[in-house]
């Protein structure tokens, strides 16, 4: 009975805020499925090469199993790697040492943004699972058979350390030059793209440069060397009136460090502490496999600009997943001065007055892109709810295969696609195709809050025969949210684009709720 109210409870109460959010949503930053694996109630992990029979559905997999996030709170505690006084795993599981632990979880969190080696062809999300299936746990480790029993603890260890070390040494880097993005390895530069280069120099070098010639150029993406100023000008923090820019640029930049003098001391106040040290644990999950992320100087410039961004829009606050939304402005306005490797590069060799402008751009091209689609992160994620159903009835008139399908095995949008809205696909994407996906974003009338919706689509609709070879609830959902995208680069992301321009206009009169 307890199981059957769960789930009615999930699917049906729209609008209760974060319904879903406990696993799929803002609150809960998606894991690693492997993460959040669960076992039959009331019985052991069996230690054998028999496979379990799947869940077809969604309520035959919720019968038979623990949601993981239905755990206490000391076994919430135990589960971050915080010792706890009693263990409440399943019995034949022991608990590992804080330090193992929180490798396993860095590991798991990482593993599917992960390069793979050369040659290697990416497994079969469902060979995964089943592999995993016959997995055994021997101190908290997984051990591939019974066969491997004899691996001692440090062996594991080693094994764990040099999966984690595998993001340092990329084949594609994350970020990259703009030239390298293309891994189809196209060449960097090709005539056709330095007759482009010259004609954005030409448009913006005028007096008062035509910003919807600048955004017909810019549609099919922009040259790296242009694309700090052209994305300052098409998010409106900058005027088209050449003369006016260096004196908007320096109110502006003012303005930002003066909202850090009147406010970020107020971090530690009763009023604001819970935002501030939301935004604190956030930011170092901010692309974990990015060197250039990780260094301390980076991390409190994303600090700065999330706490004045949360306290200067109070009606939202900040929300799990804006943290993802400063990345590509950060990246792409510190490319202006950096020629080498931006994902490795050491921000705080930098002039002090380089990264104070650059911190400050971030900030206010970003609060420019939030404006609007701020509903997203109000109370109870109204857009984001809109914008998901808009998604399903858009779909089921696209691929009416995919949506049957999707009824079938009882998987809701809301799972997959609240995820896709609130972080704009910047989690199932590497950072390169980010950028240049918001290129044509910014180039689109309402990119960010209308186009986007076909780009998921069309995203969509890129894995229907995956999708459709997926007989059951569970492999459905892993499938979507470890979609293998790692290896894309400017082509793909092109004709993502292309598809998503002609659903617009095969389906204009899309959903009409989502008009309004």
């Not at 051990?143 to 029993?149: E, N």
């Not at 850090?260 to 501030?276: C, F, G, L, M, V």
């Not at 858009?394 to 049957?404: A, F, M």
Request: aromatic letters at 10%.
């Amino acid at each position: 009975m307890a199981t059957e109210n769960r789930i009615n409870f999930w699917r049906r109460n729209a609008k209760v805020p974060g319904s879903v959010q406990p696993v799929y949503g803002a609150q809960h930053p998606p894991l690693d499925p492997r993460l959040r694996r669960t076992y039959p109630k009331d019985t052991k992990p069996k230690f054998n090469n028999l496979k379990s029979k799947k869940a077809s559905s969604f309520h035959e997999f919720a019968r038979s199993t623990n949601d993981a996030w239905d755990i206490d709170e000391e076994e919430d505690e135990d589960f971050l790697g915080t010792p706890a006084q009693t263990s409440s795993l399943p019995s034949g599981l022991h608990s590992s040492s804080p330090q193992d632990q929180q490798q396993q979880n860095q590991v798991w969190d990482a593993e599917t943004r992960v390069s793979h080696s050369p040659g290697t062809e990416d497994q079969d999300l469902q060979d995964v699972w089943e592999e995993d299936e016959d997995c055994e746990h021997v101190n908290g480790k997984v051990v591939k058979s019974s066969s491997d029993l004899h691996l001692n603890t440090s062996s594991v260890r080693s094994t764990l350390q040099k999966q984690q070390s595998l993001p340092v040494r990329p084949i594609i880097p994350l970020v990259a030059r703009m030239s390298d993005q293309n891994a189809s390895g196209a060449p960097p530069m090709t005539v056709r793209e330095k007759n482009r280069l010259d004609k954005f120099k030409q448009l913006l070098a005028s007096p008062n440069t035509d910003l919807e010639e600048l955004r017909k150029h810019s549609w099919s993406g922009i040259p790296r060397e242009v694309r700090p100023i052209t994305w300052r000008l098409l998010s409106g923090y900058l005027p088209a009136n050449k003369e006016r820019r260096e004196l908007v640029l320096k109110r502006k930049r003012e303005e930002y460090f003066g909202f850090i003098e009147q406010y970020y001391h107020s971090r530690t106040d009763e009023h604001y502490k819970d935002t501030y040290r939301q935004i604190h644990i956030d930011i170092p999950r901010t692309n974990p496999l990015i060197p250039l992320f990780q260094q301390p100087v980076v991390q409190e410039v994303f600090e700065r600009i999330l706490f004045i961004w949360a306290i200067r829009h109070p009606a939202s606050g900040y929300v799990q997943g804006i943290n993802d939304l400063v990345t590509p402005f950060f990246v792409v306005f510190l490319s202006e001065f950096v020629t080498e490797d931006v994902e490795n590069f050491e921000v705080a060799a930098l002039p002090l007055d380089t990264q104070r402008n650059i911190e400050a751009d971030s900030f206010w091209c970003m609060s420019k892109l939030l404006d609007g689609i701020q509903d997203n992160y109000t109370f109870a994620q109204p857009g984001i709810q809109n914008k998901v159903k808009a998604l399903e009835e858009l779909v089921s008139r696209i691929d009416e295969d995919i949506h049957n399908h999707f009824k079938r095995y009882e998987v809701e949008y809301l799972q997959f696609a609240f995820r896709w809205m609130n972080n704009l696909l910047m989690r199932e994407l590497p950072l390169r195709c980010t950028i240049r996906l918001w290129d044509t974003y910014q180039a689109e009338a309402e990119g960010f809050s209308h186009f986007h919706l076909y780009v998921c689509s069309a995203f969509l609709i890129e894995w229907r025969k995956e999708i459709l070879s997926m007989v059951d609830f569970q492999g459905l959902l892993m499938l979507l949210q470890n979609l293998p995208t790692i290896h894309w680069g400017n082509e793909e992301v092109g004709l993502l684009l292309a598809e998503a321009y002609r659903l617009k206009y095969m389906f204009a009169d899309a959903p009409s709720h989502y008009k309004r």
